[in-house]
């Protein structure tokens, strides 16, 4: 890990530095002596010494943060503590944290724009701060920005200690035009053809003698002058799966875009399921959770379970499972289901028209 992740220097500092630069180199050349190569190699000196001293302020500093809650909601505003300690004998005399601005709200920063700490001293900050996506993603300062005395050179640190956040989504409405199944299938009149309701219906048909009595419509028959069977409906809801195929991506490689997207997926997902389970029709989910993992949601404590699961849970521990997860839903939609309605939801594909699919 590359602690070091920016050194800028300010340009008129820098011109001042170059003038004085050139000023010594002057002086030590027509006078010689040793003043004129003191001051020469001090001004030499300056950049290399300063980035250690940096590099020493930033070695020496404990840095703690933690919010109030362990769980949260995507937009909720909570408390975020922080703690940060000089344990050396060098004063810091001006740091500045550096916030994960793409992804948070953050009210209250004044007190971190430009932090002093003598030798020994400990600070605690609280600040205000609400996570703008759903997921698992590190909050908080992302890196701290240290100044040397005369402002010329500042060094920006990865901070040693990061946060990470589990911010579940809001449950929302957003897959509800999606998954309308029942109007679908009735438009498409893709009812099941062996699967019927308990009840007989009301079309008729002739009496066979493998008929049960209890099937017979009496009055008809005795309208008819012959025994009328009455005929079961076909059902219109058929077994319904819910396909979650998330993207895979390394630790590294969550940047920003990837939480955008993964904050969309999560919300849709979470939308799907709370579709089904507030309408009491069975869902049968695969997700990956570390592995594939199947999952039957019949009741509102079953959606409650996923739910809490989902911001932090769905995730591959290998690219080989990701890799499967792919295989099984490309395989599972190209497949005939004569009893069952799927729903493939696809991360990759979010924006587009794949991103949610419905087959049976």
Known sequence: ????????????????????????????????????????????????????????????LNVYQELSVHRLVKGDNHTLLISVENTGLIPIHDMEAVLYLDRCDFSGTDSLRRIKLEAGEK????????????????????????????????????????????????????????????????????KSETRKEEIPGNDLRDYYPRDTPSAINWKVSARLDKLMVRIPDRM?????????????APQKLMDTGFIRKRDHFLEFAVSAVYYFASRGIPLTIIYPSGKI??????????????????????????????????????????????????????EDASGSEDFCIITG
């Open 123 to 190: 600070k605690k900050i609280n600040i205000q701060t609400a996570c703008l996506y759903a997921g698992t993603y590190d909050i908080g300062i992302r890196g701290l920005k240290f100044s040397d005395p005369f402002d010329i050179l500042s060094v920006t640190f990865a901070v040693p200690y990061s946060f990470r956040a589990i911010v579940s989504p809001r449950i929302t409405d957003i897959a509800n035009s999606y998954l309308d199944i029942e109007n679908i299938l009735n438009s498409m009149g893709l």
């Open 1 to 60: 890990m590359n602690i070091i992740e920016e050194i800028h220097v300010k340009l008129p500092g820098l011109i001042i530095y170059a003038v004085l630069l050139a000023a010594s180199l002057v002086f030590a050349s027509f006078y010689g002596g040793v003043l004129p190569f003191v001051l020469l190699y001090g001004i030499l000196l300056f950049f290399p010494v300063s980035l250690v001293y940096l590099t020493l302020n930033y070695h020496y």
């Open 236 to 248: 219109d809801t058929r077994i319904i799966s819910l396909y979650l195929e998330a993207s895979y």
């Open 293 to 346: 993992t199947e999952k039957i949601i019949d009741s509102y404590e079953g959606f409650l379970e996923f739910y809490n699961e989902a911001s932090g849970g769905i995730s591959y521990r290998s690219e080989d499972e990701s890799d499967r997860m792919h295989k099984l839903i490309r395989e599972r939609r190209d497949e005939c289901a004569l009893h069952e309605t799927r729903v493939f939801i696809s």
